[in-house]
């Protein structure tokens, strides 16, 4: 498509970017759509966030994703804050409205949509998180939000479980357990479903798995990756050969990109085609 003076601009700030998918996925999504936006990877290095926010606005953009690591230091640039980026956190994604900068976070909700595609409802589910880093947050806010009936976020580090959990345990079932204690292997017992939220898995150590005790899992568990490279980590692979229903980390990162197409585009987002584009720029990237 041609890119004229009237082409809205979307783009993703991170430092350092590499080789991201989402252009890829957005551009495809928007050639298949016709509608004329044009995403750009726009590399910020920290000490130029303030004016690189300030130059969205100037320039015009229609809105940029965020991601590592600005998703935090981010938010006291913008104008509002919705209460997506709130319960998260984070903003993963800025919309422009009338020159106004607001911060979402499409993260939880693309969590929980991803498992929904997989035919995988959260409600009512008893969740366990295995990390308390940033991805652990969304999809703890992302059950919550969904109505599971309990959630343990389960980590190396007890404190920074503990932590996590607090953010959460005044409205929520939300505790925080270390991998090596008993309460980790009773919230195996009694999990519906067991999220992966480590790098634990990630191209290229990708014979690594996390600390889950199989024998402990009843055979109605729902085994989850966050990790997309490769799309079936030896953990999800494991869970199939065991004969559980596992949901890889790609539906998330397509859905939270739809989510923000949607915010953006008012339009519904083309998550086949995402689907297909993620898919080829996987091929191409290790
Ligand atoms: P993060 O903020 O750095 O958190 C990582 C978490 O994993 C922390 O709790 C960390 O524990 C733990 N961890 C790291 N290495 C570990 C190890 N060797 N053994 C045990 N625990 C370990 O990272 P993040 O942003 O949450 O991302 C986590 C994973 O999710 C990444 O693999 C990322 O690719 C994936 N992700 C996927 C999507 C998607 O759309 N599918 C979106 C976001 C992230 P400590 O604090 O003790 O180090």
Redesign the pocket.
């Known amino acids: 498509m041609e890119i004229t003076a009237k082409t809205k601009k979307v783009g993703l700030f991170g430092w350092p970017l590499g080789h991201s998918l989402s252009p890829v996925m957005h551009n495809a999504a928007f050639a298949v759509t016709g509608l004329d936006y044009v995403y750009l990877p726009l590399p910020v290095a920290p000490e130029f966030l303030a004016q690189a926010v300030e130059g969205i606005r100037a320039l015009g953009f229609r809105g940029v994703n965020v991601t590592?690591p600005h998703k935090i230091a981010v938010m006291e640039y913008l104008d509002e804050i919705d209460s997506s980026a709130k319960l998260v956190g984070a903003v993963n994604t800025i919309v422009v409205d009338d020159g106004r900068l607001i911060g979402y976070n499409t993260?939880a909700k693309?969590?929980i949509r991803s498992l929904k595609e997989a035919g995988v409802n959260a409600a009512g589910k008893s969740a366990v998180i295995l990390?308390?880093?940033?991805?652990?947050r969304?999809v703890v806010a992302g059950f919550i939000e969904a109505g599971a009936a309990s959630v343990v976020v389960a980590?190396?580090?007890k404190s920074?479980a503990g932590n996590m959990a607090n953010l959460f345990s005044a409205s929520a079932p939300v505790s925080g357990v270390s991998w090596d204690s008993e309460e980790f292997a009773a919230a195996l017992a009694n999990a519906g479903i067991v999220v992966n939220?480590?790098?634990?898995g990630?191209y290229p150590e990708t014979k690594?798995q996390?600390p889950v005790e199989w024998d402990l899992l009843q055979s109605s568990t729902v085994i989850s990756d966050?990790?997309?490279?490769p799309l079936i980590t030896s953990f999800l692979a494991e869970g199939t050969r065991r004969g559980y229903t596992v949901v890889g980390?790609?539906g998330?990162?397509i859905e939270?990109g739809a989510l923000a197409f949607e915010l953006w585009t008012g339009s519904k987002a083309p998550t086949k085609i995402m689907r297909q584009a993620l898919l080829s720029g996987l091929n191409n990237k290790n």
């Open positions: 590592i993260d693309g969590y990390g308390a880093g940033g991805a652990a969304a980590a190396r580090d920074k939220a480590t790098p634990l990630m690594k996390p966050l990790v997309y490279n980390g790609e998330m990162l939270q």
